[in-house]
């Protein structure tokens, strides 16, 4: 059963670090695609990052911010969040797509999602 659960979210001030992890189980995150995402209120959700055997992908609004690593001895990934700013504020999820580096983008559709994880940033 495939099976992803987020931690490490809460509130920051702007200019502060997070660091989020996705903790996955069913299946091995060597093999797939990972992806992070968010959703703020009344807003559509937003590819923030990926990673894959290949490379890594950030959107516009993170790059040289946010860095997105995992770990295959723990089966984890992870997402580094650094200077954060107000309009970061948002429900992050972490995502699987059963597909490799060259098959996966940030608009992509991912097949397994967490239950997210709330991340507040105030001015």
């Known amino acids: 059963q495939v099976q992803l659960v987020e931690s490490g979210g809460g509130s920051v001030q702007a200019g502060g670090s997070l660091r989020l992890s996705c903790a996955a189980s069913?299946?091995?995150?060597?093999?797939?695609?990972m992806g992070w995402f968010r959703q703020a209120p009344g807003k559509e959700r937003e590819g923030v990052a990926l990673?894959?055997?290949?490379?890594?992908r950030y959107s516009d609004s993170v790059k040289g911010r946010f860095t997105i690593s995992q770990d295959n001895t723990k089966n984890t990934l992870d997402l580094q969040m650094n200077s954060l700013k107000p309009e970061d504020t948002a429900v992050y999820y972490c995502?699987?797509?059963?597909?490799?580096?060259?098959?996966?983008?940030?608009?992509?559709?991912?097949?397994?999602w967490g239950q997210g994880t709330q991340v507040t940033v105030s001015s």
């Open positions: 995502a699987a797509r059963p597909r490799s580096f060259y098959d996966c983008y940030l608009g992509s559709d991912f097949d397994y």
């Open positions: 990673i894959a055997r290949g490379g890594t």
């Open positions: 069913g299946f091995l995150i060597s093999w797939y695609c």
